[in-house]
């Protein structure tokens, strides 16, 4: 795969396992675990006493789903201190989430962040069919609107039909967040120093699939000017649905095969809609805790 060369004067001079090869050596352990073939690194006793004595020094920080079936150091046959992992239902990133990213990136070093998310996952498909409502699940639900509006904007469909895609959309979708939410990645994304990938599990396989970076990466990295703002998501559906229809841009023909399309609309776009004034951080705010 080809990386982002946003304006990295040496990156190889930066500290750290460099991001091609932390993602070569995911992908080798993905592939031993496939093949029953794996080595199971790391998991010893005296690694427990090595990172206890000498800090941990993982070579990926790595955001993924609660779920049970997506235990990260198995499906990549790693072990102790390996993986700076942050684990959330659906893989959404709120403020907690975006923080232990960036302690990931700039307290042990990782030079590759991956959001992995995975198929079948229990947390999308409440939000694609209008569930989770109990507590605060629903604050996982709500941060998981943009993703679902922006996949029935390019399939037209809704419910349990877009759930597949809607995985992969979520992605992108977080990747995004993260990146409007954080200076500091932003900064280290600029610099060279690192690489943010989509990926997604498959749990009937066991398969990891590499899903690139984000298409806009240079540009969320300089601060997200020119992205469009997602449409407003912090009300609930049922309000939603009384909405006119969102006057969604074309997706661009080149991100439409394989690659994720950005999206989406203006909320002043919105046809017979009063202007409100436009949210600071895009969906930052409904991504706050309550
Ligand atoms: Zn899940």
């Known amino acids: 795969m080809t990386f982002y060369p ?26 031993r675990f496939v093949g029953e073939k794996a080595e199971h690194p790391h998991t010893k006793i005296d690694r427990v006493r090595d990172t206890a004595v000498n800090g941990q020094h993982p070579f990926v920080t ?42 990931g990136v700039v307290h042990t070093g990782t030079r ?33 609107q943009p993703a679902v509006a922006v996949t029935e904007s390019k399939t037209g469909k809704r419910g349990t039909e877009i759930i597949p895609q809607c995985c992969r959309e979520n992605v992108f979708v977080q990747i995004e967040n993260i990146l409007k939410n954080s200076k ?6 600029k610099k ?12 009937d396989t066991g398969c990891v699939e590499f899903l690139g970076q984000h298409p806009f990466t240079a540009t969320l990295a300089n601060g997200a000017n020119g992205i469009p703002a997602t449409r407003p998501v912090s ?5 939603q649905s009384s909405y006119p229809a ?5 997706v661009p023909a080149t991100y439409s095969a394989g690659s994720y399309p950005v999206l989406v609309t203006e909320e002043s776009s919105l046809p017979g809609q009063p202007q409100k004034p436009r949210r600071q ?10």
């Open 246 to 250: 969102p006057a969604y841009r074309p």
């Open 62 to 103: 790595m955001m993924a789903c609660s779920d049970s079936r997506v235990p990260l150091e198995e499906i990549f046959d790693q072990g102790v201190g390996d993986i700076f992992s942050i684990r959330v239902a659906g893989n959404v990133s709120g403020s907690d989430e975006i923080g232990s990213i960036e302690y």
């Open 112 to 144: 590759l962040l991956v959001v992995l998310g995975h198929t079948k996952c229990g947390a999308v498909t409440a939000a694609c069919t209008g569930g989770g409502h109990e507590g605060n699940i629903e604050n996982l639900m709500r941060a998981l």
């Open 192 to 203: 060279g120093e690192l690489t943010v990938v989509g990926a997604i599990y498959d749990i």
């Open 281 to 290: 951080g895009g969906v930052r705010n409904l991504l706050k805790r309550q």
């Open 6 to 31: 946003v304006c990295a004067s040496d990156p190889h001079s930066v500290p750290g396992v460099p991001p091609e090869k932390a993602l070569e050596m995911l992908k080798e352990g993905n592939a």
């Open 184 to 189: 500091i990645l932003q900064e280290s994304v």
């Open 235 to 239: 009300m609930p559906r049922s309000v």
